[in-house]
């Protein structure tokens, strides 16, 4: 079988590797059918991402069909179509006991820290392994785990329809978590973003107001909209440099506001306890998801979010290096890529 490896920053080789045999009885081998490419897939490139080792084959949005199974796996059977979790945990520590494996001790995560699935082949535990429905488009099923992300971060910030959100960055991540919180009844939700087509897109998602950050006063139209109020949580889907210290500025969350970054950012900003402190503001970290896998596949089967679009750009697995060259070159227009294995 053919496997996808990153060497080290900017170097990709294609290897003939033998295919993976199972190992022992709770053991599942997938046939890979579709990945989605990710920012951290990016950063791993580039040599940016401060969570990956090298060498390393990317691949954390992995969904394929179950090609052989150990004797005891009773949860999913061969030709299931399956989406394989990115976090593998210890199951013992205090974290894992409290209910946040996601942030496990020991945790290892598919694509970034162990192995992922830009492979034509590779095996996981049964329980890491999530069945979903033959109906579900492969090209669809990618996205499983992005949207899972967005439900992670919703229930993080403890988002209810009475909620004023704010969101800024409306690429992949930035237009679920809008229709995240839109499928919790949110009735004002504010994008801003630097690019117009990106906020059509969030238009169309069921964004309320739009802000071209480029062109608009930012704080000036949050104002204007929640009648000077602020807002009271606020999405960093951005991650650039000075995001976070943006979206806290007075005027944009207001006094007991919840704000959830989303980003590795390892600069530091200028951040006061002040800032926090003299209007009680709550700084939530969110990374990837817990226990989400299985209500947002439920949620696709069921047609509860708006597909079209969040991919932009489908490259077939026998082509991957146009992947790297869009990583290289990136063009606004490929939003979200999207591998598709060779039938």
């Not at 059977?77 to 979790?85: A, C, E, L, M, Q």
């Not at 403890?158 to 009844?185: E, H, N, P, W, Y």
């Not at 969030?202 to 000077?228: F, H, L, P």
Request: aromatic residues 6%.
């Amino acid at each position: 079988m053919k496997e996808i490896v990153v060497v080290k920053p900017h170097e990709v080789e294609v290897k003939e590797v033998p295919m993976p045999k199972i190992s022992n009885d709770y053991e599942v081998l997938v046939k890979m059918q579709s990945a989605g490419v990710c920012g951290s897939d990016f950063h791993i490139y580039h040599g940016t991402n401060p969570c990956s080792t090298y060498p390393r084959i990317p691949g954390h949005e992995n969904a394929g069909i179950v090609a052989a199974v150990g004797d005891k796996v009773s949860k999913v059977k061969v030709g299931d179509h399956v989406i394989v979790d990115l976090i593998m945990t210890c199951g013992e520590c205090y974290q894992c006991k409290i209910g946040r494996k996601n942030v496990c001790e020991n945790v290892r995560v598919r694509g970034s820290g162990a192995d992922g699935g830009w492979r034509e082949y590779f095996t996981a535990p049964e329980a890491e392994v999530y069945k979903i429905s033959k109906d579900v488009p492969w090209k669809d099923a990618a996205l499983v785990e992005p949207f899972a992300i967005g439900a992670h971060c919703t229930n993080r910030g403890r988002v209810v329809a009475d909620d004023v959100v704010f969101i800024l960055g409306t690429g992949t991540i930035g237009s679920i978590i809008l229709q995240s919180c839109k499928a919790k009844g949110c009735k004002t939700i504010i994008c801003c973003d630097i690019n117009d087509a990106s906020l059509e897109r969030a238009q169309k998602y069921g964004a309320d107001y739009v802000i071209n950050s480029k062109t608009e006063d930012v704080v000036k139209r949050v104002q204007e909209i929640t009648k000077e109020k602020g807002v009271s949580i606020a999405f960093d889907s951005a991650c650039f440099p000075g995001s976070l210290t943006c979206v806290m500025q007075p005027g944009i969350i207001r006094n007991a506001g919840r704000v959830v970054p989303m980003g590795f950012v390892t600069e530091p900003e200028a951040i006061t306890q002040a800032m926090i402190n003299q209007r009680e503001i709550e700084i939530i970290g969110s990374r990837m998801s817990c226990y989400q896998f299985e209500p947002t596949i439920k949620h696709m089967e069921d047609h509860d979010f708006i597909l079209d679009g969040v991919a932009t750009t489908f490259i077939k697995f026998s082509e991957i290096d146009k992947v790297f060259d869009h990583m290289s070159h990136p063009d606004p227009a490929v939003k979200k890529m999207v591998i598709l294995f060779d039938e």
